[in-house]
T-cell receptor
Framework: KAGVTQTPRYLIKTRGQQVTLSCSPISGHRSVSWYQQTPGQGLQFLFEYFSETQRNKGNFPGRFSGRQFSNSRSEMNVSTLELGDSALYLC??????????????FGPGTRLTVT | AQSVTQLGSHVSVSEGALVLLRCNYSSSVPPYLFWYVQYPNQGLQLLLKYTSAATLVKGINGFEAEFKKSETSFHLTKPSAHMSDAAEYFCAVRDSSYKLIFGSGTRLLVRP
């Protein structure tokens, strides 16, 4: 099975712009979560989608949003970018079946740099 | 609320030596615990998980972890370090809303 894929891998944007990141989960996985990783704050949960519905949301401002499509692919959007949004954005998918429900498999991440 | 504490932001060992990375958790319910590894410029790879089936959990690449409820610990060990083990390691607990709460990470350096 192919792993979680994220596009693009690297992105450079300017303050005030918006950006959309994409994530394709492992085939058959219905849950997709997004995390932000920075040197200062570590790994922080952004949100989780399951069957096209946002099931859980972290403590991030409304500039951060996401969605999930019927094929489980997910996108996250950040509007009005700030310098502090520079980070590695990680997507993780979960099978959500039985005991394996609790496992999350991560993609390689999208490195966003805001200048 | 669940939380995870990783003791030691950096650990240095010689090649062939024992690796011990410490993780303590706080959870009001039986925890689901995980160890992930992150190599430079990559995502997180699941090393092993504890889901109450057995207290000693074996993972990939020769790593294992032991769940000790009395000590609220889930330390990661490997009998003999390889140069390829150099990476950052994260302990995580699943919280009641199914998201992962991560520790701050431990960077493992392996000396030749």
């Amino acid at each position: 099975k192919a792993g979680v894929t994220q596009t693009p891998r690297y992105l450079i944007k300017t303050r005030g712009q918006q950006v959309t990141l994409s994530c394709s989960p492992i085939s058959g996985h219905r849950s997709v979560s997004w995390y932000q990783q920075t040197p200062g704050q570590g790994l922080q949960f952004l949100f989780e989608y399951f069957s096209e519905t946002q099931r859980n949301k972290g403590n991030f401002p409304g500039r951060f949003s996401g969605r999930q499509f019927s094929n489980s692919r997910s996108e996250m959007n950040v509007s009005t970018l700030e310098l502090g949004d520079s980070a590695l954005y990680l997507c993780a998918s979960s099978p959500w079946t039985g005991e394996s429900s609790y496992e999350q498999y991560f993609g390689p991440g999208t490195r966003l740099t805001v200048t | 609320a669940q939380s995870v504490t990783q003791l030691g932001s950096h650990v240095s060992v010689s090649e062939g030596a024992l690796v011990l990375l410490r993780c303590n958790y706080s959870s009001s319910v039986p925890p689901y615990l995980f160890w992930y590894v992150q190599y430079p410029n990559q995502g997180l790879q699941l090393l092993l998980k504890y889901t109450s089936a057995a207290t000693l959990v074996k993972g990939i690449n020769g790593f294992e972890a032991e769940f000790k409820k009395s000590e609220t610990s889930f330390h990661l060990t490997k009998p003999s370090a390889h140069m390829s083990d150099a990476a950052e390691y994260f302990c995580a607990v699943r919280d009641s809303s199914y998201k992962l709460i991560f520790g701050s990470g431990t960077r493992l350096l392996v000396r030749p």
